[in-house]
């Protein structure tokens, strides 16, 4: 394992590797990385604002001090060897931590309040949080907002770390570190391509999917689940031939004519329209969002904000829909 660390004026890198210590120069690494980004001196040269002969000199001292070549020279060209791929890994997690501070540090100079930043669930992302930077947008049209769909577990153990604002997720227990605020309780419902002759229900009984080519969620899906469990009591067979982990994939395929399905509210009415139809169920399967909060890192200035036009777009979406 390699192991890097900033000194104090961020020019040298100390590496621990194989139990040797050694200090790497940052300009040595960079170089390294830049020939392995580009696979070529001349190109690699260019991008460090340098010269050929000073990359093959430093590439030279780099290898004399880590003890192994880097790469091998065939035919005037270098091949990196096993060593370097696996020291690049180490160095790229590197630079992108240091690309992703500089970043932070940009927003936080040119914004007062820099970025805010949400994490939430991918069906959310494309159906709630875009109705809520709408509210956000009017009262802060400057404000940078970063949105970052993520699926469960990592979403809770995102806000766990505090690496965001906010969160939008359906567990039902607040992770460590962060308060969770019930938002929205609502039910699944079933899309159905045009023309199919269910639509001319206005509520749909499990009996009503007997035979039916039906698309399903990913197996392990907790609304997967409830939906098989749902049938299994009403004793349905259907014929489950397509199944993916996106409910925005399953209204994609209901909209071809692929089957019909059931999933979450927000996804279906979204993209609800001539090819895709939305009707209620009988039997209740409910869909609930949750919104999460850090509560050890210090507060975002318009944290508060944020989830009030949250709160704003699911009390729009429950009312204009009757969800």
């Known amino acids: 394992m390699i192991f890097f660390m900033v000194n104090s004026?961020?020019?040298?890198?100390?590496?621990?590797?194989?139990?040797?210590?050694?200090?790497?120069?940052?300009?040595?690494?960079?170089?390294?990385?830049?020939?392995?980004?580009?696979?070529?001196?001349?190109?690699?040269?260019?991008?460090?604002?340098?010269?050929?002969?000073?990359?093959?000199?430093?590439?030279?001292?780099?290898?004399?001090?880590?003890?192994?070549?880097?790469?091998?020279?065939?035919?005037?060209?270098?091949?990196?060897?096993?060593?370097?791929?696996?020291?690049?890994?180490?160095?790229?997690?590197?630079?992108?931590?240091?690309?992703?501070?500089?970043?932070?540090?940009?927003?936080?100079r040119t914004q007062a309040t820099g970025r805010l930043r949400i994490a939430c669930l991918p069906a959310l992302a494309h159906a709630l949080v875009p109705r809520a930077l709408v509210y956000l947008s009017h009262a802060h049209p400057e404000l940078g907002v970063g949105v970052h769909p993520l699926e469960s577990p990592w979403l809770e153990q995102a806000m766990s770390e505090q690496r965001f604002d906010l969160g939008l997720s359906e567990t039902q227990e607040a992770p460590a570190g962060v308060a969770l605020q019930p938002l929205l309780k609502v039910n699944e419902v079933a899309v159905l391509p045009r023309d199919h002759s269910l639509c001319r229900k206005a509520r749909l009984q499990p009996r009503d999917f007997t035979g039916e080519r039906f698309i399903s969620l990913a197996?392990?899906?907790?609304?997967?689940?409830?939906?098989?469990?749902?049938?299994?009591?009403?004793?349905?067979?259907?014929?489950?031939?397509?199944?993916?982990?996106?409910?925005?994939?399953?209204?994609?395929?209901?909209?071809?004519?692929?089957?019909?399905?059931?999933?979450?509210?927000?996804?279906?009415?979204?993209?609800?329209?001539?090819?895709?139809?939305?009707?209620?169920?009988?039997?209740?399967?409910?869909?609930?969002?949750?919104?999460?909060?850090?509560?050890?890192?210090?507060p975002h200035p318009l944290q508060g904000v944020l989830a009030d036009t949250v709160r704003k777009a699911c009390a729009a979406l429950n009312h204009h829909h009757s969800l």
């Open 9 to 108: 004026n961020n020019a040298v890198l100390v590496v621990y590797l194989f139990n040797i210590d050694m200090n790497l120069t940052h300009r040595q690494l960079t170089m390294f990385r830049a020939i392995m980004l580009h696979g070529n001196l001349g190109r690699a040269a260019d991008a460090c604002a340098s010269s050929q002969p000073t990359l093959s000199r430093e590439l030279g001292r780099l290898e004399q001090l880590l003890g192994f070549n880097l790469f091998d020279r065939v035919r005037g060209r270098l091949r990196p060897t096993v060593r370097a791929l696996a020291l690049m890994q180490e160095v790229e997690r590197s630079f992108i931590g240091l690309e992703q501070i500089a970043a932070r540090a940009s927003e936080l």
């Open 219 to 298: 197996v392990g899906d907790p609304y997967r689940t409830a939906i098989d469990a749902m049938f299994e009591d009403a004793k349905v067979q259907r014929a489950t031939l397509l199944e993916t982990t996106s409910a925005v994939a399953v209204c994609a395929m209901v909209r071809q004519g692929l089957g019909v399905a059931i999933v979450n509210p927000f996804t279906a009415l979204e993209l609800s329209g001539p090819d895709l139809v939305v009707r209620p169920l009988t039997v209740a399967i409910g869909y609930q969002v949750n919104m999460l909060l850090p509560e050890i890192a210090a």
